[in-house]
C-alpha cells in the first residue's frame, strides 16, 4: 500500500482564504482590523522564524501584526509588564508569547498573565477547562489544525481507535480532549472517538499504537514511529518538527510508514502550516468577541 499524502498546506491555504473574507466582513462591521501582537523574548533562530511567518500569514488574511521584541535578559516582572500593557490595550484583540522563553523566567506565571479574552494560543487555565467542558472560547492551534485537517479530508475520527503519542499541554493532552469530545470544529464526526495516550514512560509502545485506526504522533522524537508500530491502512498525523542538520524531520519515519498507512501527513506540509491557519482564526474570533461585547 502507498499512502494517501494529506496536503496540509492546501487545506491551510483554502482556510487561510475563508478567514480573509470573513476579515473582510469585519472590518467593514467595525472600521478596524484585527489585532495580534507576538512578543517574542531572546534571540532563538527557529522562534524568529515561526514568528515571522505568523506575521505574514496575518498581513496576507489583512489582520494587523506587531513583534514586540525583547532581549533574552529580560526579567519574568518586566515581561509581566509589558503584558498588562497589551492586555489592557483595547487596539489589541490578540496576545501569544512565543515559547520556548529563556531559561530564568517563569513560563506559567507569563502565559497566565495574558487577558483570557486575547489568549489566542488557548494556553490558559480558563481556556483549557472551557475546552475540557466542550465550551471552547478558543482552541489550542496546533491541535485544532489536526482535526480540520482531518475533517477536510473526509476523514471521520467518530467510532475509531484513536492513539496519541505525546502528553504535551500544547499538543497531546488537547487532542486527547478533542478526539473524545461529543462533537468537534466539525461536527460529531469529527469527534466521538475512543481514545488511548501513549507517552515516554508506556511500555511496549508499538503494541498500542498498532491498534490504532487514527495515529497522532506529537512525542518530539525524529523518526520515532516506524512501519512495524502501525496497522496496515492506518491513518497517521505526524505533529512532530525535528532540526537534523538543516533538515526538518517529523516524529513519524515518513520512507516506511508510508508504505503501510493509508494516509500520511509529510513534514514539511502537513501540520505545521494548519497551526497558523488557526491563529489567524482564533485572532479574528477574539477580535469580534472584544469589539461585539
Ligand atoms: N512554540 C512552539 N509552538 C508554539 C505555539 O503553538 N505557540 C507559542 N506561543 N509558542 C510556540
Redesign the pocket.
Known amino acids: 500500500m502507498t499512502a494517501r499524502i494529506l496536503d496540509g498546506k492546501a487545506i491551510a491555504n483554502n482556510i487561510r482564504e475563508e478567514i480573509a473574507v470573513r476579515v473582510s466582513a469585519f472590518r467593514e462591521r467595525f472600521s478596524t482590523s484585527p489585532k495580534l501582537v507576538a512578543v517574542l523574548v531572546g534571540d532563538d533562530p527557529a522562534?524568529q522564524v515561526?514568528v515571522r511567518n505568523k506575521e505574514i500569514a496575518c498581513q496576507k488574511a489583512g489582520i494587523q501584526s506587531d513583534i514586540h521584541r525583547l532581549s533574552g535578559a529580560t526579567t519574568t516582572e518586566e515581561l509581566l509588564a509589558v503584558l498588562d500593557e497589551l492586555n489592557a490595550d483595547p487596539k489589541v484583540h490578540g496576545i501569544?508569547?512565543?515559547?520556548?522563553l529563556p531559561d530564568p523566567i517563569d513560563t506559567r506565571l507569563v502565559l497566565d498573565r495574558i487577558d483570557p479574552r486575547k489568549d489566542v494560543?488557548a494556553?490558559s487555565p480558563e481556556n483549557v477547562g472551557l475546552m475540557l467542558q466542550g465550551r471552547p472560547r478558543f482552541l489550542?492551534?496546533?491541535p485544532h489544525g489536526v482535526m480540520q485537517l482531518l475533517n477536510r479530508c473526509k476523514i471521520a475520527v467518530q467510532g475509531k481507535q484513536v492513539v496519541v503519542v505525546g502528553r504535551s499541554d500544547?499538543v497531546g493532552k488537547p487532542l486527547v480532549c478533542l478526539c473524545m469530545q461529543k462533537s468537534g470544529p466539525g461536527g460529531p464526526s469529527n469527534a466521538n472517538a475512543t481514545v488511548t495516550c501513549c507517552h515516554s514512560q508506556t511500555p511496549d509502545l508499538g503494541e498500542i499504537t498498532r491498534r490504532a485506526d487514527i495515529l497522532l504522533v506529537a512525542i518530539g522524537k525524529p523518526n520515532w514511529i516506524n512501519a512495524s508500530m502501525v496497522k496496515p491502512g492506518a491513518v497517521v498525523i505526524d505533529i512532530g518538527i525535528n532540526r537534523i542538520a538543516d533538515r526538518l524531520v517529523g516524529d513519524v519515519d515518513f520512507d516506511s510508514v508510508s508504505q503501510v498507512a493509508s494516509a500520511i501527513t509529510p513534514v514539511p506540509g502537513g501540520v505545521g502550516p494548519l497551526?497558523i491557519a488557526m491563529l489567524l482564526e482564533n485572532t479574528l474570533r477574539a477580535a469580534e468577541e472584544q469589539l461585539s461585547s
Do not use: A, E
Open positions: 522562534s515561526y501569544l508569547v512565543q515559547l520556548p494560543d494556553f489550542p492551534c496546533t500544547i497551526t
